[in-house]
């Protein structure tokens, strides 16, 4: 039952783990899908926007290494409670865009079907609340490699996330100084200029 809780362990920290990359890489999308649900005020986007998805990841890492572990799994179930509550929300007020979870990673409307995926999220971190009341966790060993797994596969989408970024403010700056005329294909004359505000 231990493994049972160290998968769902990892499930859980993956899906907050994406998501926030998701958030940190396009923090703009994130921001107008919850000023278009009128889900916060603005002082409170702003707030949610900036902190929320280091909040994200920093639940995820805890999973992932089990430290403090029926602390985690309250506020895993709180978190999801929270996500469940809030597209309930909106599915009722007719607010029936995406949620935002995962950033530009996914425009899905919101629907029931997303509804029902999100209590099943909620169900399955009270089963995990449960076995590690009941059972605890597995030895270090094998948190540990968890820990390298998960590190690994976030470091790497974090990196790419990275250079996605960086790629699209280049294409801005050689757009900005005419020499880019599409995202996908920058010229190779690139004035020295643009190539100094890069660096």
Same mark, same amino acid.
């Given at each position: 039952?231990?493994?049972?809780?160290?998968?769902?362990?990892?499930?859980?920290?993956?899906?907050?783990?994406?998501?926030?990359?998701?958030?940190?890489?396009?923090?703009? @999308?994130? *921001?107008?899908? =919850?000023?278009?649900?009128? /889900?916060?005020?603005?002082?409170? $986007?702003?707030? !949610? +926007?900036?902190?929320?998805?280091?909040?994200?990841? @920093?639940? *995820?890492?805890? =999973?992932?290494?089990?430290? /403090?572990?029926?602390?985690t799994? $309250?506020?895993? !179930? +709180?978190?999801?409670?929270?996500?469940?509550?809030?597209?309930?929300?909106?599915?009722?007020?007719?607010?029936?865009?995406?949620?935002?979870?995962?950033g530009?990673?996914?425009?899905?409307?919101?629907?029931?079907?997303?509804?029902?995926?999100?209590?099943?999220?909620?169900?399955?971190?009270?089963?995990?609340?449960?076995?590690?009341?009941?059972?605890?966790?597995?030895?270090?060993?094998?948190?540990?490699?968890?820990?390298?797994?998960?590190?690994?596969?976030?470091?790497?989408l974090?990196?790419?996330?990275?250079?996605?970024?960086?790629?699209?403010?280049?294409?801005?700056?050689?757009?900005?100084?005419?020499?880019?005329?599409?995202?996908?294909?920058?010229?190779l004359?690139?004035?020295?200029?643009?190539?100094?505000?890069?660096?």
């Amino acid at each position: 039952m231990q493994y049972v809780a160290l998968v769902l362990s990892m499930y859980f920290a993956a899906n907050l783990g994406i998501a926030a990359i998701a958030k940190i890489e396009q923090p703009n @999308t994130f *921001a107008t899908v =919850l000023r278009r649900n009128d /889900v916060l005020p603005e002082w409170g $986007v702003r707030g !949610v +926007c900036r902190y929320f998805p280091w909040l994200e990841i @920093t639940m *995820a890492v805890l =999973l992932v290494t089990g430290t /403090v572990p029926v602390m985690t799994a $309250v506020l895993t !179930v +709180c978190l999801f409670a929270t996500f469940l509550i809030v597209k309930g929300r909106m599915l009722v007020t007719h607010r029936v865009s995406d949620c935002g979870c995962f950033g530009a990673a996914s425009t899905q409307p919101l629907n029931k079907a997303g509804l029902a995926t999100s209590s099943l999220f909620l169900m399955l971190t009270l089963v995990y609340l449960w076995l590690v009341l009941k059972v605890g966790i597995v030895p270090w060993q094998w948190r540990t490699g968890a820990s390298v797994v998960f590190a690994t596969i976030e470091g790497g989408l974090g990196w790419l996330a990275w250079k996605r970024y960086k790629w699209n403010s280049r294409c801005r700056i050689w757009a900005n100084a005419g020499g880019c005329t599409s995202t996908s294909q920058p010229r190779l004359t690139l004035p020295d200029a643009a190539i100094a505000r890069m660096d």
